[in-house]
């Protein structure tokens, strides 16, 4: 595992490890080991959150920590509620199943709730120039790096009318009073 990008993304993330040890709605199941001795290295981490608004599902955080909430099976439509209205970030978000129809129903409610959207696959596959990738809400503009969105986002699209010859009259020619 590489070490995080420097010492304030490591301060970030140990602090968020550390209230998660310390939290009564929060268990760190694995790893949480944090060393900047040299380099600033987080052991990837996986926590278990008792409810669905622990600040580490709702917060974006850049690291190998991984938040799980373990919904009931009958509170599915209000778990996808949640994962709607949560948090202001929305960079990406998978969903795994089987049921054809609950990968439809899932996919269709969560909508907005991320721009990368992985089905059945890994969340960490975009590639630019093999897939798209960009992020909605706080995480971004949904720009897409690396197809002809993004580079739509760094113009400025126009239309422009030249007349050569000026009007004699201000109507439209097929808007004329006498024509019906």
């Known amino acids: ?67 799980v909430y373990v919904y009931e099976d009958e509170k599915m439509d209000e778990t996808m509620d949640i994962l709607n209205t949560t948090s202001a970030y929305g960079l990406t978000g998978a969903i795994f199943s089987q049921d054809r129809y609950s990968l439809e129903r899932m996919t269709k409610k ?36 690396g197809s002809i969105f993004n580079f739509l986002r760094w113009t400025s699209i126009r239309t422009i009318k030249e007349t050569f010859v000026s009007a004699k009259d201000y109507t439209y020619p097929n808007f004329l009073p006498d024509q019906e």
């Open 1 to 67: 595992m590489n070490a995080v990008i420097d010492e304030v993304a490591f301060d970030k993330l140990s602090g968020y490890i550390e209230r998660a040890k310390e939290d009564a709605d929060a268990e760190v199941l694995f790893g949480g080991k944090c060393d900047k001795s040299v380099g600033y290295f987080i052991e990837p981490t996986v926590i278990l959150a008792a409810k669905p608004d622990y600040t580490t599902m709702v917060d974006e955080l850049f690291g190998p920590v991984l938040t």
């Open 110 to 145: 969560l909508e907005n709730a991320a721009g990368n959207f992985y089905i059945n696959d890994k969340p960490t596959g975009a590639v630019v120039g093999q897939q798209p990738f960009g992020g909605s809400r706080g995480s971004g503009t949904n720009d897409k790096a």
